[in-house]
């Protein structure tokens, strides 16, 4: 079973970038969807992102227009760019696939914007 690793998170200042990345340990050809998805303290895990492989884009509406979800099929990599970052951004991501027949996910990369 394909494994996933987090990373690009971290501490930044409001209205900065990040680019958080989803390496997968095999191949994310067969992909169905993806999606990323976070988790603030105290708050059940939502939904950011998502793509399906016929092309549908749902994003949360507190993300549309500032984040962006792609994939790097020849680096098995899934991608959230996040722009114009806010306070309220601040959670755990975690990135998901889905498979045919099974779902993956990563262990969770923090976000922390503050001034």
């Known amino acids: 079973q394909v494994q996933l690793v987090e990373s690009g998170g971290g501490l930044v200042q409001p209205g900065e970038s990040l680019r958080l990345s989803c390496a997968a340990s095999?191949?994310?050809?067969?992909?169905?969807?993806m999606g990323w998805y976070r988790q603030a303290p105290g708050n059940q895990r939502e939904l950011v992102a998502r793509r399906t492989n016929g092309g549908i884009t749902t994003y949360a509406d507190s993300a549309k227009g500032r984040f962006t979800i792609s994939r790097e099929n020849a680096k098995n990599t899934v991608y959230l760019q996040m722009n114009s970052l806010k306070p309220a951004d601040t959670a755990v991501y975690y990135c998901?696939?889905?498979?045919?027949?099974?779902?993956?996910w990563g262990q969770g990369t923090q976000v922390t914007v503050s001034s």
């Open positions: 998901k696939l889905d498979f045919p027949g099974y779902t993956v």
């Open positions: 095999g191949s994310i050809s067969s992909i169905v969807a």
